[in-house]
C-alpha cells in the first residue's frame, strides 16, 4: 500500500513538474511579421521565421495551447500523387484525390509537428517568403526542431497579426525533407539536409536571442 502510495505521489510530482515547464514556455506566433517567438521565462529565447496559412486558408488567430506533439507527422488532409518513377503527378492532393495507375498517394510530411488547433500545428517545411500554405505554421527544419524540443503539451499559444499585412516579403528556405525525393521535386528551391546523400544544403543555426529583461511579449500571456 506505502508503495503504491509512493508512486502515485511520483508521478502527480512528475505531471506537476512537466505542467510548471509548460507554463513558463510560451510561444507567439504574429502573423504579420511571418515570425515566431518562443519565451523561456518571460525571455524570448528563440525566434522563427515562418510561412503561416495563404488567402482563405488562413491560420486561426487567437488564445490556444499545444494538445498534441508528433515527431514524424503526416498530413491528413494533404499530399501528392506520385508515379513508379517519382515523378509528381499532382502536388496539390488529398486523399480523396484520383491516383492515375501505377501512380500513388504520398502524405505531406509535416516533422516535428506542435498541434494547438484542430489540423493546425507549427512544423518543418518549406517557406517560399510568404503565407503558403493550408493554415498550419511551417519553421525551417532546425528551428521547428529548437521549439518541439522545448514546448510541451499545455504550452500556451498566441496567434496575433494577420497574414493579409504582412510587413516583407523574404526569401525562399528550401525544404528540408531527407529521403523524400518526390517531395523535395515539387519544390523548385528544395534541398536536402547537411549530411544526407543528395544536395546538401547549409541549414542556419537556431537563432538565440538574449534578452537581459523580460520581453515586451511576455505581456501577451
Same mark, same amino acid.
Given at each position: 500500500m506505502r508503495v503504491a502510495v509512493k508512486l502515485a505521489m511520483a508521478l502527480f510530482a512528475i505531471g506537476l513538474v512537466?505542467? +510548471?515547464?509548460?507554463?513558463?514556455?510560451?510561444?507567439?506566433?504574429? +502573423?504579420t511579421e511571418?515570425?515566431?517567438? +518562443?519565451?523561456?521565462?518571460?525571455? =524570448?529565447?528563440? =525566434?522563427?521565421?515562418?510561412?503561416?496559412?495563404?488567402?482563405?486558408?488562413e491560420t486561426p488567430t487567437g488564445s490556444f495551447r499545444i494538445f498534441s506533439k508528433d515527431l514524424n507527422h503526416e498530413s491528413r488532409s494533404y499530399g501528392l500523387v506520385s508515379d513508379s518513377h517519382g515523378?509528381?503527378?499532382?502536388?496539390?492532393?488529398?486523399?480523396?484525390?484520383?491516383?492515375?495507375?501505377?501512380c500513388h498517394y504520398i502524405p505531406a510530411p509535416m516533422p516535428y509537428f506542435?498541434?494547438?488547433?484542430?489540423? =493546425?500545428?507549427m512544423h518543418a517545411g518549406y517557406l517560399p517568403g510568404y503565407p503558403a500554405s493550408h493554415g498550419c505554421v511551417r519553421m525551417?527544419?532546425?528551428l521547428a526542431a529548437a521549439f518541439f524540443t522545448r514546448v510541451r503539451v499545455g504550452t500556451p499559444v498566441?496567434?496575433?497579426g494577420?497574414?493579409?499585412n504582412v510587413t516583407h516579403?523574404? #526569401?525562399?528556405?528550401?525544404?528540408?525533407?531527407?529521403?523524400?525525393?518526390?517531395?523535395?521535386?515539387?519544390?523548385?528551391?528544395?534541398?536536402?539536409?547537411?549530411?544526407?546523400?543528395?544536395?546538401?544544403? #547549409? =541549414?542556419?543555426?537556431?537563432i538565440l536571442v538574449a534578452q537581459p529583461g523580460r520581453s515586451r511579449y511576455a505581456a501577451v500571456f
Open positions: 512537466a505542467d +510548471l515547464r509548460a507554463q513558463q514556455t510560451a510561444v507567439i506566433i504574429n +502573423l511571418q515570425t515566431a517567438y +518562443l519565451l523561456e521565462g518571460g525571455r =524570448v529565447a528563440f =525566434v522563427s521565421p515562418i510561412a503561416s496559412g495563404k488567402e482563405g486558408r515523378r509528381v503527378v499532382n502536388s496539390n492532393a488529398t486523399p480523396g484525390s484520383h491516383v492515375p495507375p501505377g506542435m498541434e494547438f488547433a484542430n489540423c =493546425v500545428g525551417p527544419r532546425d498566441k496567434v496575433v494577420s497574414a493579409r516579403i523574404r #526569401r525562399a528556405i528550401p525544404i528540408i525533407q531527407p529521403g523524400n525525393s518526390a517531395y523535395v521535386a515539387a519544390f523548385p528551391g528544395a534541398g536536402r539536409v547537411s549530411g544526407v546523400v543528395g544536395n546538401p544544403v #547549409r =541549414v542556419r543555426r537556431a
